[in-house]
């Protein structure tokens, strides 16, 4: 394996947990008010230093959809998932945007999110 370059981002950033590989600009987000197994998710218009897995489709709270699955460059940490194709639609405006869930990433101020007990006993 090559060495891995990533792309810096300047201003306020979301970034890997683990690692701190950026991945998108606080200005890119289109919506904090998604939700993923563990608490909250955010969904972004970029993203970058992600790498795909397969396409598959997955039955979610807003119907049937076909997602990859982003991992970070660095670290291969999964850290949410891309919007491929809505079928339903009102929900077209999702596809080619992404979806990283907030418990996996540090915030552009440094914080990380807990995910709450109760999240977690569902």
């Avoid at 699955?69 to 339903?88: N, Q």
């Avoid at 990433?105 to 977690?120: H, K, R, T």
């Amino acid at each position: 394996m090559g060495r891995v370059f990533t792309i810096t981002l300047e201003g306020n950033f979301y970034s890997c947990k683990h690692c701190q590989t950026p991945f998108a600009l606080a200005d890119d987000i289109v919506s904090k008010s998604f939700h993923c197994r563990y608490g909250k998710a955010y969904l972004f218009d970029n993203v970058v230093n992600v790498t795909v897995g397969e396409k598959e489709n997955r039955m979610m709270i807003t119907g049937l959809h076909t997602v990859v699955d982003i991992f970070c460059v660095t670290c291969g940490s999964i850290v949410g998932w891309k919007y491929e194709t809505a079928y339903d639609k009102s929900q077209k405006y999702k596809e080619g945007k992404f979806i990283l869930e907030r418990y996996k990433v540090m915030g552009p101020d440094g914080s990380l999110y807990l995910v709450a007990q109760e999240d977690a006993e569902e």
